[in-house]
C-alpha cells in the first residue's frame, strides 16, 4: 500500500514537471508571438528610414547675385569719353572752271564793246557748264543791271545769294548787286537792309 502510493506520487510528480515544462514553452511562444504582432501592427521597420520617392538631393545654395553680371573692377559702369568737338568746315570758296572762265572773260569784253545781246548769250553758255556757280549768276546780274532790267537784277542776286552760302566774298559781292538792283527801282530801304545783313560787313 505505501509502495502503491509511492509510485503514484512519483508518477504524479514526473507529470507535474513535464507540464510545468510544456507551460514555459507555451509561455514563451505566446510572448514571441505578441511582441511579433505588436512590431507589425506598430509599423516597425527593421531597417532605417526609406528614402522619399524621387529622391531628395541636397544642394547648397547658390550665392546671390551669382547669376548676374559681374560689375567693373572699379565697381562703377563704364563711362563713355566725353564728345571731341568738331573743328569748323573751312569756309567755302567758289571759283570758275577754265572754260566758264574763259567764257566770262569774252562776255565782258562783248559788253564793253556794247554787244550786250552777245554777252548775255556767253554768259548763257557758261551757266549751262557750271548752273550752280553763284559767280556766273553775279555776273549775268551786273549784265542786266547794265541794260537798265533791274528786276532781273534782283533776280540774278538773289540766286547767287541763295547759292553762295558760306562764302564770305560770294555773299557780299551778291549782296552789292541785290542793294544795288533794289535802288534802281527806288527801294531804297530794302537797299539798306541788304547793305545791314551780316555778310556784308
Known amino acids: 500500500m505505501v509502495q502503491e502510493r509511492r509510485s503514484l506520487s512519483g508518477r504524479g510528480a514526473a507529470l507535474g514537471t513535464g507540464f510545468g515544462a510544456a507551460l514555459g514553452a507555451a509561455a514563451m511562444i505566446l510572448a514571441a508571438a505578441m511582441i511579433l504582432a505588436a512590431a507589425v501592427l506598430g509599423g516597425c521597420s527593421l531597417t532605417g528610414p526609406r528614402p522619399q520617392a524621387g529622391g531628395e538631393t541636397s544642394s547648397t545654395p547658390s550665392a546671390p547675385g551669382a547669376s548676374s553680371a559681374s560689375p567693373s573692377s572699379n ?11 568738331h573743328a569748323p568746315p573751312p569756309p567755302r570758296e567758289n571759283h570758275l572752271s577754265p572754260a566758264t572762265l574763259s567764257l566770262v572773260t569774252q562776255a565782258r569784253s562783248l559788253s564793253s564793246h556794247g554787244d550786250i545781246d552777245g554777252a548775255s548769250s556767253t554768259l548763257d553758255r557758261a551757266l549751262r557748264i557750271e548752273p550752280n556757280n553763284p559767280l556766273l549768276w553775279i555776273e549775268l546780274g551786273r549784265l542786266r543791271l547794265l541794260d537798265s532790267e533791274s528786276h532781273q537784277a534782283e533776280g540774278c542776286a538773289r540766286k547767287a545769294l541763295a547759292l553762295a552760302s558760306g562764302d564770305h566774298g560770294a555773299q557780299k559781292q551778291a549782296g552789292h548787286l541785290l542793294a544795288d538792283a533794289l535802288r534802281a527801282q527806288q527801294r531804297n530801304q530794302e537797299a539798306h537792309d541788304v547793305e545791314s545783313q551780316p555778310f556784308m560787313r
Open 75 to 85: 565697381g562703377s559702369p563704364a563711362s563713355t569719353p566725353p564728345p571731341v568737338p
